[in-house]
Nanobody
Framework: QVQLVESGGGLVKPGGSLRLSCAAS????????IGWFRQAPGKEREGVSY????????YYADFVKGRFAISRDNAKNTVYLQMNSLEREDTAVYYC??????????????????WGQGTQVTVSA
């Protein structure tokens, strides 16, 4: 009965910011790696960031380094993706997912499961 629900997407101008949320039920996010992925129309899904269990080791894809920040609130059982300095190329549906093991250390799609439904981010003037 694990469920992930993404929220926080919307329309933002280039250079603007959004904070995405990934709220979980049926699982404690503090014990697993949580990944953020995105998919634009006509393109394959790509990994964006992940946060590990426990002390929360983080990783970012090169195209978001210095602009995005992933974090976790264990009390709310929610993972966030703060997105700053957004660019038109960031337009996509953003998904969160659970790592299949306790300490997944990659953004390979096959190492994740329990995907949410996604939230649309549109960056446009």
């Amino acid at each position: 009965q694990v469920q992930l629900v993404e929220s926080g997407g919307g329309l933002v101008k280039p250079g603007g910011s959004l904070r995405l949320s990934c709220a979980a039920s049926g699982v404690r996010l503090g014990y697993l790696t949580i990944g953020w992925f995105r998919q634009a129309p006509g393109k394959e899904r790509e990994g964006v960031s992940y946060i590990g269990p426990g002390d929360g080791t983080t990783y970012y894809a090169d195209f978001v380094k210095g602009r995005f920040a992933i974090s976790r609130d264990n009390a709310k059982n929610t993972v966030y993706l703060q997105m700053n300095s957004l660019e038109r190329e960031d337009t996509a549906v953003y998904y969160c997912a659970l790592g299949k093991i306790e300490a997944t250390t990659s953004l390979l799609e096959y190492e994740y499961d329990s995907w949410g439904q996604g939230t649309q981010v549109t960056v446009s003037a």
